[in-house]
């Protein structure tokens, strides 16, 4: 009987032992996690935050939904894995033998150096705990100041928002998010939230968190100036959870790194999710993803290969659809470069790919509400951002992933022309 | 005439929701469970979501409160061909 440990209670995790039950229904299976609120939806957090959800909708799994995985669930912190005993201590909770072991360890919001950064008050929105507490500090409090950069930060500002609070928010740089969005983009967003009552503060830097018996009073700022608040929300990117594996002596770089199977440089040990870095056989590339749909497709291709069957992770084009200041966006593929000030590494809910700005032509069209942006490159479409109107949004991400040739209205994308309407007739007549 | 088209809009709106039915796609949800929270029949949307199966239950409404309110566009209608007409 073969014995699989997967640590992470996340959906890398979670889909893992989903795939390993399917593929070995005698296999002993432990999921070890140390979240005490187990598998459930990270992206979610935002909508809880704004009130759109109970905390209880939160949880994805019924106890009928758990049956069929067969599993054991040890909640605690892994403290040390043994790659030679192949064994895994978990505190005081004991410790595992593995046949093969997975890490879907995820990733934590990189800690603030800024003076007062330990205040309570000083907030982040990692996981399910954060949020309950955000909700709570936000009974009590009259102001926050945001500080951080990409969706998270955002969706920091609407949640605060939704909670009745005056909510400030810290930009290092001109605009928002500088390295996806074009400046168009940019303002558009600018111009919803402070509609909306949130006040901008462009290139502004903390300076310092200001505290009134532990707790977070206010914040000042680099150019002297000083503003009043009870909560300070940070969300300046995200940093692989990979404690563990580097002290196994396992290969890291930005994450652990798993070749196209999602093994690591140990055999038996493989690595899913937002804490993994899978270089690819063909490029030798590798990228930071933390999305839930590829950390979800890494644990089931891992457990696949845990389990025997030989299977790649063949990297899709990254998408995200999210509503940013109230406008449905769809990211897809490459859209930006540059650096973010706001960033001190790739936020959650992101992928390193939009970052990337291959040899292109982009063109836009604009309405009042409605945006969109193409990549064009020789003979395919590289990338699209879809802002309101999310007509484009399934058809681009159609043509972009399955990499249409475009040659035949490669001719009509000008500058001036009704991108929209070319791409919907183009895709309405490749799917007829 | 904007009375003519509203009225073919909706008409055509029915017409998909009464031989239509509700599909996930698996890349873009993100399991919040919104849809499922709002479903007036308390159909949990987010398990078919999971499984990356159509909303078959046959007590769906097709009312659309799913499809309009999740957040990452994860959800639409597509036609049946069970039910589908023949061309005019």
């Known amino acids: ?432 | 005439m904007g009375i003519e088209l509203s009225l073919s809009n909706e008409s055509k709106h029915r017409e998909v929701m009464a031989t239509g039915h509700v599909i996930p796609v698996q890349s873009r949800c993100v399991q919040c469970g919104i849809c499922s929270f709002n479903c007036p029949i308390g159909i949990d949307v987010r398990r078919h979501a999971w499984m990356g199966e159509p909303i078959d239950d046959s007590h769906c409404l097709t009312c659309g409160e799913c499809v309009r309110r999740c957040p990452r566009g994860a959800l639409r209608f597509e036609r049946t061909e069970l039910f589908k007409r023949e061309e005019a």
């Open chain 1, 1 to 432: 009987m073969t014995r699989y440990v997967v640590v992470g209670t996340g959906v890398a995790g979670v889909a893992a032992i989903d795939t390993l039950r399917s593929r070995d229904r005698s296999a002993e299976i432990t999921l070890v996690g140390d979240d005490p609120h187990g598998f459930y939806s990270r992206p979610g957090l935002a909508y809880y935050l704004t009130g759109e959800i109970p905390e209880k909708q939160l949880t994805i799994f019924t106890k009928e939904d758990w049956k069929p995985l067969n599993s054991k669930y040890v909640r605690g912190n892994a403290t040390r894995l043994n790659p030679q005993k192949h064994q895994l201590e978990i505190g005081s909770a004991g410790t595992l033998t593995y046949d093969r072991l997975l890490l879907a360890t995820g990733s934590v919001a990189v800690p603030s150096s800024i003076p007062g950064a330990d205040l309570q008050g000083v907030v982040k929105l990692d996981d399910f705990d954060d949020a309950r507490r955000i909700v709570s500090l936000a009974r009590h409090a009259r102001s926050a100041v945001v500080v951080g950069g990409g969706i998270i930060a955002v969706e920091l500002v609407e949640g605060l928002k939704a909670l009745g609070l005056k909510v400030h928010y810290f930009l290092r740089g001109e605009r928002y998010w500088p390295n996806v969005l074009d400046e168009n983009e940019s303002r558009l967003l600018e111009h919803r939230l402070t509609e909306d009552g949130v006040i901008f503060h462009f290139q502004t830097e903390t300076a310092e968190i200001l505290g009134k018996n532990g707790k977070v009073a206010g914040i000042r700022t680099t150019k002297g100036e000083t503003i009043r608040c009870e909560i300070v929300a940070m969300g300046i990117g995200v940093k692989a959870r990979m404690e563990l594996a580097k002290a196994a002596g396992l290969a890291t770089e930005r994450g652990i790194l798993t070749n196209e199977t999602m093994q690591t440089s140990d055999p038996d040990i493989f690595a899913a999710g937002d804490v993994s870095q899978v270089r690819e056989a063909l490029s030798g590339q590798s990228f930071m993803d933390t999305l839930w749909h590829p950390a979800r497709e890494t644990g089931r291709i891992a457990a696949f290969n845990m389990a025997g069957v030989s299977k790649t992770y063949k990297r899709k084009v990254a998408i995200n659809v999210v509503r940013l200041a109230g406008v449905m966006t769809t990211i897809i593929g490459a859209v930006g470069s540059g650096i973010d000030d706001d960033l001190v590494s790739v936020a959650r809910g992101s992928s390193e790919t939009w970052q990337q700005l291959p040899n292109t032509i982009s063109m836009q069209s604009n309405s009042d509400v409605n945006h969109l942006r193409l990549m064009i490159g020789e003979q395919s479409l590289l990338g699209a951002m879809v802002m309101g109107d999310q007509k484009l949004s399934w058809p681009l991400q159609d043509l972009i992933s399955s990499n249409a040739d475009i040659t035949s209205i490669r001719h009509l994308l000008h500058p001036g022309a009704a991108l929209g309407q070319i791409v919907m007739d183009f895709w309405s007549n490749l799917v007829k």
